[in-house]
């Protein structure tokens, strides 16, 4: 299959591409020249299918005649033996409630689902060659954790995490920098941790300038994992599809799903649009919401990030959008190059409204305060003697706001340990600690680094020699 960038149909790429370097090199986002669709009877073909054959089949479209499929099932087999449950997710029905558990990998937040194929589709990659490349990842609090899981020991590859300094859990950062010994790791040479004085918007800033700069990308063989990378969009399609058929019996679904970079929610609507009767996606953000207020204004403006009880989703800049916009203008990538200029000069632009017909008619968004979140929480613990985390209490909490009965999964992005202090405090009671977390060693590895482009790539050139 093709590709091309949402800033420029000409140019084709093939997945490998795509997979390797994340952006596109006009600083677009890839979009895949068309998708598998299936229809109904292919729908009852599938629907019985375990979780890493249902992968299996949904994602081998989109890398035919590069990966081989009997060598992708295999990897995808080998990928989620790390899961601590069967089926890689689960569903937990409690009263109209449907909760899709997708915190059972080695880091306890959905990120793992994809990051650990994509390590091993990198090896794969990697395997003939005998270069060394450099990945440079921007993380706010999860996907670090799930990439660190996922590279650990590899060959041939270096992993740079940066996250946001003292704005994500303690736990999330040990995690994510300590020695684990349930996976039997040792803090892995080839992984460095990064706290940058800054938020998460600044991380994925640096990132982005690193990226655009051609001679520093070339010299260190640049590589990145972040949630615009397709690679992983691709494989968060197939849990739609598993937890559709769960749930229905042939109607049409809502989902609601707790929202940051629109990585996630982005590959609910690739799963509409491939064919899965999904009625809406309900996008949920917390009290930084600038998905929100587009969607339901059409006013695309990144302010200030503030700090919230879901870290994970303290975010600005929701990068992904752009996939939606190209959509939304009947994929013309030349009105998309001036918004996103526009944006860059004016730090706003505004939707024009076809555009925001289009995004209306299959989203909702809706907006949750920590108070409500931490409500909603208690709520839960009391009625059904069940946990959840702060980013899946939005996704419970927008759709109650919403007011639509469509029988609806809400996704839960993150197990709640990952925030045991916040939820603790919430629930007044302890959490059960998760066997990914029993064998965590007291050290922890990672620097603290200024803001500043020119240190961080100072640091990363350093190890890299
Ligand atoms: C990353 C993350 C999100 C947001 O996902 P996006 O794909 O960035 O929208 C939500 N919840 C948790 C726990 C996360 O780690």
């Known amino acids: 299959m093709n590709y091309f960038s949402t800033r420029n149909r000409k140019k084709k790429f093939s997945f490998k591409d795509v997979f390797l370097r994340g952006l596109a090199p006009d600083g677009g986002l890839f979009i895949p020249e068309k998708i598998k669709k299936y229809n109904s009877d ?8 375990k979780y890493s054959d249902l992968a299996t089949e949904i994602v081998s479209s989109f890398c035919e005649g590069e990966i081989e499929k009997q060598k992708l099932k295999s990897i995808i087999e080998k990928s989620y033996y790390t899961f601590s449950i069967e089926n890689v997710v689960s569903i937990k029905s409690l009263g109209d409630l449907n909760i899709l558990e997708l915190y059972h990998g080695p880091t306890l937040a959905f990120k793992d689902i994809a990051m ?20 440079v990842v921007a993380t706010s609090g999860d996907t670090g954790a799930a990439a660190v899981s996922a590279f650990k020991q590899k060959e041939n590859i270096n992993l740079f995490v940066l996250h946001p300094h003292e704005k994500i859990s303690k736990m999330q950062r040990k995690i994510m920098t300590s020695e684990n010994f349930y996976h039997s790791n040792k803090i892995s040479k080839n992984i460095f941790n990064i706290a940058v004085k800054g938020n998460f918007d600044d991380c994925q800033n640096l990132v982005k300038q690193m990226f655009n700069d051609e001679q520093f990308r070339n010299h260190i063989k640049m590589s990145g994992v972040n949630s615009i990378n397709l690679g992983r969009i691709i494989f968060q399609i197939i849990y739609y599809f598993y937890s559709y ?5 042939g109607e049409e679904i809502n989902f609601s799903v707790p929202t940051g970079n629109f ?11 491939m064919g899965l009767p999904i009625k809406k996606l309900i996008v949920s953000t917390n009290e930084n919401d600038i998905l929100q207020r587009v969607i339901n204004s059409g006013e695309y403006k990144p302010l200030k990030v503030k700090n919230s009880i ?11 959008f752009e996939r939606l916009i190209f959509d939304s203008l009947d994929e013309n990538d ?18 024009k409204k076809k555009s925001l017909d289009y995004i209306q008619s299959k989203f909702y968004a809706e907006k949750v305060k920590d108070t409500e979140t931490a409500n ?33 999964v809400c996704l839960a992005t993150a197990h709640p340990y990952k925030f045991v202090e916040t939820v603790e405090e919430i629930i ?21 680094l200024e803001n500043n482009i020119d240190k961080i790539k100072k640091y990363i050139k350093g190890k890299v020699e």
């Open 42 to 49: 292919d729908l009852k073909r599938l629907k019985n299918l």
């Open 376 to 408: 909603c929480i208690k709520e839960i613990y009391k009625k059904y003697n069940f946990i959840v985390d702060p980013h899946t209490a939005i996704a419970i909490k927008a759709v109650e706001k919403i007011k639509d009965k469509t029988k609806t």
């Open 310 to 320: 879901s870290p994970s989703m303290d975010i600005q800049v929701a990068s992904n």
């Open 263 to 273: 990585g996630d929610v982005y590959a609910g609507y690739l799963a509409q649009k």
């Open 116 to 135: 650990q194929v994509i390590g091993n589709i990198y090896s794969e990659f990697l395997k003939k060659s005998n270069d060394q490349i450099n990945i």
């Open 334 to 351: 030349q009105e998309v190059s001036q918004l996103m200029e526009k944006l860059n000069k004016e730090g706003s632009f505004k939707l």
């Open 428 to 448: 007044d009671d302890k959490l059960e600690v998760p066997i990914q977390c029993l064998f965590l060693g007291p050290k922890e590895k990672y620097d603290v």
């Open 245 to 249: 058929f769960k749930i229905s019996s």
